[in-house]
């Protein structure tokens, strides 16, 4: 008779994401309402955000998207086409759970690059496509790992 014996040491780490985008993904909890488009829309934004970083690992939103802060372009990794003086942007932060090799950030950006939004709401910026963009020079959305 055989008998096997298997040990498997998965290695996990827990990381602190924020997420930073010039796209109005507002938390309205407006999930019903379709008399108030706008909130709606916004909530939309939120959604698909929300369920993009939950596609490769278990996530905990610590602060969801409210209003927007003006910002100084120079101080953020936007892409170069957004490089006016003040915009807005949203902000949310999050903890992944992640394999101890996995590039989260990278994963992050090819989840979300191309992926549609619906533009028009709050933003300061004029998209050339209604998307995600996680690419030079057009990026309206970055991964930043914060420290614990």
């Not at 939950?54 to 905990?60: C, D, E, P």
């Amino acid at each position: 008779m055989t008998s096997f014996s298997s040990s498997i040491n998965i290695s996990m780490n827990q990381v602190k994401i924020a997420v930073y985008t010039l796209i109005d993904i507002t938390a309205t909890g407006n999930r019903k309402n379709i008399e108030n488009t706008k909130s709606r829309d916004q909530q939309r934004n939120w959604e698909t955000a929300e369920q993009l970083i939950g596609l490769r690992t278990h996530t905990t939103i610590i602060a969801s998207p409210g209003s927007p802060k003006f910002v100084s372009t120079e101080r953020h990794e936007f892409g170069s086409v957004y490089n006016t003086t003040q915009v807005r942007c949203w902000k949310f932060i999050f903890r992944a759970i992640t394999g101890k090799n996995q590039d989260i950030i990278k994963e992050l950006e090819y989840d979300f690059n191309k992926v549609p939004i619906i533009p028009g709401l709050d933003e300061t910026i004029t998209l050339d496509l209604p998307i995600f963009n996680c690419t030079q020079p057009s990026k309206n959305i970055y991964f930043k790992i914060l420290p614990e």
